[in-house]
């Protein structure tokens, strides 16, 4: 469940964080915040890319939401969907077996979720 309570840190799930692109990445852009944290937004997360525009570029600023505070460098999304999804996990207007964070899910249990079939998952 995305963290509603105070932290330490302004990082967490579900967070809107204002950074700044400190790279531009085969897989996205490298962001950073005020506080000097470092962060990912993937291409698919970025709405430019996926309209076949330019990623955004060094020294932009951006609003990103954190999709996942628990790797070495958050994870994050410019994508509308994602911000709406987090604001409404921190109104509180879904419950818990909304969001669950993909760690908190057993291997078997990941993939019972995601839509592919076992041709795609290159199992024959």
Known sequence: MCDTGTSDS????CAELDVTVVAVESYGVRVVTRDGVEGIVDKIKIPSWLASEELPGVGESLTVV?????R???RASLLDTDFE???M????????EAYVH?????PEQLKGRLS???RDSGER
Do not use: C
Request: charge should be negative; avoid cysteine; glycine fraction near 6%.
């Open 10 to 13: 302004l990082v967490r799930d």
């Open 66 to 70: 954190v999709l996942d505070e628990r």
């Open 72 to 74: 070495d460098r958050f």
């Open 85 to 87: 999804i987090a604001g």
């Open 89 to 96: 996990v921190r109104r509180g207007e879904l419950d818990e």
């Open 102 to 106: 993909p760690a908190d899910l057993a």
């Open 116 to 118: 592919f079939n076992d």
